[in-house]
């Protein structure tokens, strides 16, 4: 009887005892700055989005084309994710800096369009060919783009529950580097052009994913965010549903 009770007595504490606390919101950090696309009203709806759905703590530094100056890189350094879609910024070297030590720690990163442009030619060379493992080459003209899922990506997490995704002005993409595995290609029919669209890769530890997609009539098209919002998982090593509101 006493054995018994003191069964119950045990299981009586163990329902009071408080729950774990929550873990901390996902910081992410924007750098917006390529005014031909559109990247600033794109991302802040996309941003609007992500914090409707999601526990998230999100920061960004809103800036032109060729920005010389990014106002909120201090941000950077505390964000667990950054995602770039800006093209050639001329940062100066103490901001440059501040992006440069979250990819050589392997932070991951979510690069979008120009960001394989994003910064001066030295550092460009560095971020698209080795930290993305890209190899950008131009673009084509204002051409429909129709995307295809790469051989063996159909299972993998970024391209979960993504549907059909139609673009505009294909970017051109040379040789990837070693390290990266395909997604999407893209294909402009009427000139018989295939090339890689879609990516990721791992550089220091890190996981990268770029997407040379990112037109505004991409982030209208849900299954192109449903593709970015899988990326900032996967690229995290983290589970959507632990963060969902």
Known sequence: MKTRLARILGLLLLGSTAAPAAEEPLSIHFISGSKEYKSQPSLQAFKKELESRYRVSITASWVRDRAEDLPGVEHVAQADLLLIFARRMKLPEEQMAVIRRHWDSGKPIVGIRTSSHAFGNEDNEIFDRRVMAGNYSGHFGNEPVVISTAEGAANHPVLKDVGKIESLKMYKAGELGAGANLLQNGTIKSKNATHAVTWTNVYKGGRMFYTS????????????????????????????ADYLK
């Open 213 to 240: 997609l990112g037109v505004p009539v991409d982030f209208d098209n849900d299954q192109f965010r449903r593709m970015i919002v899988n990326a900032i998982f996967w690229t995290t090593k983290s589970k959507e």
